[in-house]
């Protein structure tokens, strides 16, 4: 696997962050698996 920030914003106090990750398999031409995960982290004061 490998991962990447791909994107970070602040939406008022949130912070939203997207990974561009693949998973690959060895020996295989494709990934196994490829997309841009978003998370959403709130910080309470």
Known sequence: ?????HNIQNL???AKVE???K???EGQ????LQ???SFLYHFNQ
């Open 1 to 5: 696997m490998s991962a990447k920030l």
């Open 29 to 32: 031409r494709k990934p196994a």
């Open 35 to 37: 997309g841009i995960s």
């Open 12 to 14: 008022r106090g949130i």
């Open 19 to 21: 990974i561009d990750f």
């Open 23 to 25: 998973i690959e398999i």
